[in-house]
T-cell receptor, first 113, second 113 residues
Framework: GQQLNQSPQSMFIQEGEDVSMNCTSS?????WLWYKQDPGEGPVLLIA?????ELTSNGRLTAQFGITRKDSFLNISASIPSDVGIYFC?????????????FGQGTRLTINP | DVKVTQSSRYLVKRTGEKVFLECVQD?????MFWYRQDPGLGLRLIYF???????EKGDIPEGYSVSREKKERFSLILESASTNQTSMYLC???FGQGGYGYTFGSGTRLTVV
């Protein structure tokens, strides 16, 4: 089936650093979404992107929907301790005749104070 | 505040037991999903449902079944639990064609011993 390749799988950074992660696919998606999962909780939607080339910000977070519709990136500026967690990208497409999300493997972010 | 509620945060079951994981949403969403989350593998779709009494297999349905008798409730059933079903289980729901993203529950961490 369709797959998303998310990288890096994990990041260890110092507080205050900027973070960048991305997702690529061989398939086209019509929507890209980024989720964050805090420890012991379910993923929560951070940013949704609906148009190729779209660049969207949510506070310190910025995400872009690639022009080819096969990739997306998420940047976090000036990281803080509460940014710790697992970040998932997700692409929305018609699969088996129904609209579904396909998820990346996740990027685990650890911050050293 | 919209919610997806999973009945248990932690469960410990014995091999061979029949296990029920319950999920309820209060958003009148048509679509509901069950995922399992394992380290390094991201979120993998087990089953989904687009309407009451409807169910469709996801990517890894083997060993699982589901029930959706009411719009707000979607149950995941492990007919005979095995140790390789030890995992975090996440329920999600969405509106319409799902391109607006999913709302997730907090997850159930199931351990089969």
């Amino acid at each position: 089936g369709q797959q998303l390749n998310q990288s890096p799988q994990s990041m260890f950074i110092q507080e205050g650093e900027d973070v960048s992660m991305n997702c690529t696919s061989s398939s086209i998606f019509n929507t890209w979404l980024w989720y964050k999962q805090d420890p012991g909780e379910g993923p929560v939607l951070l940013i949704a992107l609906y148009k190729a080339g779209e660049l969207t910000s949510n506070g310190r977070l910025t995400a872009q929907f690639g022009i080819t519709r096969k990739d997306s990136f998420l940047n976090i500026s000036a990281s803080i301790p509460s940014d710790v967690g697992i970040y998932f990208c997700a692409g929305s497409a018609i699969i088996q005749g129904a609209q579904k999300l396909v998820f990346g493997q996740g990027t685990r972010l650890t911050i050293n104070p | 505040d919209v919610k997806v509620t999973q009945s248990s945060r932690y469960l410990v079951k014995r091999t061979g037991e029949k296990v029920f994981l319950e999920c309820v949403q209060d958003m009148d969403h048509e679509n509901m999903f069950w995922y399992r989350q394992d380290p390094g593998l991201g979120l993998r779709l087990i089953y989904f449902s687009y309407d009451v009494k409807m169910k469709e297999k996801g990517d890894i349905p083997e060993g699982y079944s589901v029930s959706r008798e009411k719009k707000e409730r979607f149950s995941l059933i492990l007919e005979s639990a095995s140790t390789n079903q030890t995992s975090m289980y996440l329920c999600a729901s969405s509106f319409g064609q799902g391109g607006y993203g999913y709302t997730f529950g907090s997850g159930t961490r199931l351990t089969v011993v």
